[in-house]
């Protein structure tokens, strides 16, 4: 397929059972010329959203010394009062996806009954992987099993107050080594498996339901139609895409500035060049111009081609760490962490009543708040390349493979770095968290090629992750748009970098992570309603 107009997109094959309104895509917009650059934009979504995000910018970098503990005052806030609320939700779209698995709503086609996908499974898969979370399992795919472990093994511990002062998931596993590795990987592969993904699946079935079925604009507002009407064309609408915008931005460049600070960690590692904010800078400002030649080739030629290589290079990777680390332990622990998993899953998905302040409140609250920050960037790109799936083989496909990958590269990396402390190589432990990647590749062989092969790793998710989220912003800000002139795309690309830059001035990763927060809170309660119209859009669907 080659990237296709709206018309062609949004027609339907077969039967569907359409929304009867009288709007028309694109009647709100703003159709101009600016010398030989063309636009068409919403009139209200991109100038709001756009200037919305540009005040940030400046008031950040004007206010760069005091700005930062606000950020991180904002953070702790958040997820210390909210964290119930998350992972509770968390649970409500897991559950919610498993249900319509199995149940008669499985057969509804996106697309209509005769609609054929698009895309071949391995151009698909690639694509809503990549986009997914590429960068952030090469950021954590180390530090996080190795911290879960590190701090199991050190059990409780208890401040003068009588609070907990570790950051050990659940009770801990105090001196004991097998028990801290199932724990630490269960803890880890909770983050990394189906409440993540049950996320992204719920809003991109929302969204790829509307538009190809329903007949609606392939934006947010069109999701929220059973619940607020014709209201959805006004301000109503304009708000939840407003707000789709600024956290789908927001999300981008939390996750590009932990890109560049792993790939400025590993060039001071493998090349002596100097490790700071300056060099992340220079890094975002250079892969943002490679994102942005990737947004101007468009969907196919850029994005999956790109995608397709980054999961070509992953996989060699992941199978090199197999082949030449403690390949036996790998498979093994690959069986007893899944049901570790499975076995700790109701106690680390339990909303109230927990201990473990530190971690459920520093880890997971803050993950949810990141995966649904992401959500309207990964659910509106996953429904743009999912025409022709039926809900059934779309949840199975976003939710249950992807978990898949995340479990074996997570057991794959911790495993290595895991068994490497345990042989008294501390040298990824004492790291700091950028550089623990390429100070477990350091204990392995070919150590120099491995680790350039994960700054490429790297570079190549975060042009990936940027031009794939602009794509999508462009979309929303054009009021539904899939065809809207390039210069907007490339508006929007440069942007992504602008906030990232910005962010890491005013604050560091502390203020990356304090605004993934912030922005993931409206969409955790965006998320909710789009179940109740998610099911009552199915409800009224022929199936296949």
Not at 60 to 72: A, E, K, N
Not at 189 to 207: M, T
Not at 277 to 291: D, E, N, S, V
Not at 434 to 456: E, N
């Amino acid at each position: 397929m080659s990237d296709k107009s709206h018309d062609e997109l949004m027609s339907p094959d077969g039967a569907v059972a359409p929304i009867d309104t009288d709007y028309q895509v694109g009647q709100d917009n703003i159709a101009l010329n600016i010398g030989p650059f063309g636009l068409d934009i919403h009139n209200r979504v991109f100038v709001i959203s756009g200037s919305m995000v540009a005040l940030f910018v400046v008031i950040t970098l004007l206010f760069r010394q005091s700005v930062g503990p606000l950020f991180s005052e904002m953070r702790n806030t958040l997820t210390a009062q909210l964290d119930w609320f998350f992972i509770g939700a968390g649970n409500v779209f897991v559950i919610l996806c498993l249900l319509l698995v199995v149940s008669p709503l499985g057969k509804v086609r996106l697309g209509g009954t005769e609609a054929k996908p698009d895309y071949t499974y391995v151009g698909w898969f690639s694509m809503l992987f990549a986009a997914g979370m590429g960068i952030g399992l090469m950021f954590y795919g180390v530090s996080e099993p190795l911290s879960h472990y590190a701090a199991s093994m050190g059990g409780v511990v208890e401040g003068a107050n009588g609070l907990r002062t570790d950051w050990s998931p659940l009770g801990g596993a105090m001196g004991n080594a097998d028990a801290a590795k199932d724990l630490g990987m269960a803890a880890t592969i909770y983050h990394w498996g189906l409440h993540p993904w049950a996320i992204y699946a719920l809003l991109a079935l929302s969204l790829a339901l509307f538009s190809f079925n329903k007949g609606l604009p392939l934006t947010m507002r069109s999701v929220f139609y059973p619940i607020f009407g014709e209201r959805i064309w006004g301000w109503p609408g304009h708000i939840i895409d407003i707000t789709a915008v600024v956290a789908t931005l927001f999300g981008l460049a939390t996750s590009l500035g932990f890109g560049a600070s792993q790939a400025a960690a590993g060039l001071n590692y493998l090349f002596g060049i100097p490790d700071g904010t300056p060099t992340q800078i220079a890094l975002i400002i250079g892969i943002t111009g490679l994102a942005l030649s990737s947004v101007v080739a468009g969907l196919d030629a850029g994005v999956k081609r790109l995608s397709e290589f980054n999961m070509l290079m992953a996989t060699l990777l992941m199978v090199f760490v197999i082949a030449v680390g403690p390949t036996l332990s790998i498979f093994s622990n690959l069986v007893s962490n899944m049901g570790a998993y499975f076995e700790n899953l109701p106690a680390l998905s339990m909303p109230f009543g927990r201990e473990d302040a530190n971690y459920s409140q520093g880890w997971t609250a803050f993950y949810w708040a990141w995966w649904m920050s992401w959500s309207p960037f990964v659910g509106m790109f996953i429904a743009r390349v999912s025409r022709g799936r039926t809900v059934r083989e779309f949840i199975i496909c976003v939710l249950l493979i992807p978990t898949s990958v995340c479990v074996m590269w997570m057991t794959a990396f911790g495993t290595t770095a895991i068994e490497q402390l345990q042989g008294g190589y501390t040298a990824v432990v004492d790291a700091e968290l950028p550089l623990q990647l390429f100070s477990m590749l350091d204990g392995l062989p070919l150590s120099s090629i491995t680790s350039l092969l994960g700054i490429i790793l790297v570079v190549v998710f975060f042009v990936t992750s940027s031009d794939s989220g602009s794509l999508v912003i462009d979309t929303i800000s054009a009021g539904g748009k899939v065809d809207s002139p390039v210069p907007q795309r490339i508006f929007w690309c440069s942007f992504v970098g602008l906030v990232a830059i910005s962010l890491l001035l005013g604050g560091g990763l502390s203020a990356l992570q304090a605004m993934v927060v912030s922005t993931g809170l409206p969409f955790c309660i965006v998320l909710l309603l789009c179940a109740f119209s998610l099911v009552k859009g199915l409800m009224s669907e022929p199936r296949s």
